[in-house]
């Protein structure tokens, strides 16, 4: 009986550190040195909670909401942040030079001087505006990194 006793305890203290130390393999700090680049863009683990209060400036913003609007990517083993903001996109940058909803608002708007966001989307890097019925580029306003995401919107955890 206590042999039983004693073989499931050490059966628990197993699965405990095995635990322990899956969780701190999947830091990920560990994660990206181990990953180098990873494009996928994940939720902010707490523990990166005060990196990205710091890097933001989201001080006045509660916990929460900063978990749920945060994420982090792997870049050349390095942990980077990208906070979502006001429709800030934090997936890949759209560079496409023809976009539908930029055809579909200057169908009806004609030559107007510039198309909303909400019509080419947030994540365009381009500024456009109607060419008559046309959509036309108007400027670029965004850079893209050697990943293909808006770099001024992707901050190093390092740099925090």
């Keep these: 009986m206590r042999a039983a006793w ?7 203290l197993a699965v405990a550190f095995g635990a322990a130390s899956e969780a701190r393999a999947a830091s990920p700090a560990q994660y990206c040195r181990q990953a180098g680049t990873d494009d996928t863009v994940r939720p902010l683990p707490a523990s990166l909670l005060p990196v990205a209060v710091r890097l933001f400036h989201l001080e006045a913003m509660p916990a929460p909401q900063v978990l749920r609007s945060t994420y982090f990517r792997c870049a050349e083993g390095d942990v980077w942040l990208c906070n979502t903001g006001a429709n800030l996109p934090c ?3 759209d560079t496409r030079r023809t976009l539908p909803g930029a055809t579909a608002w200057c169908s009806v708007h004609p030559g107007a001087d510039f198309i909303p ?9 381009y500024r456009w505006r109607c060419n008559g019925a046309k959509p036309a580029i108007a400027g670029t306003v965004h850079s893209v ?5 808006i770099a001024q919107y992707w901050k190093p955890a390092a740099g925090g």
Excluded: E, V
Aim: positive net charge; glycine residues 12%.
């Design 145 to 149: 990194d050697r990943r293909g995401f």
């Design 6 to 12: 004693l073989a499931a305890a050490a059966l628990a």
């Design 91 to 93: 997936g890949k940058a």
């Design 117 to 125: 966001m909400y019509a080419t989307g947030h994540a365009t890097i």
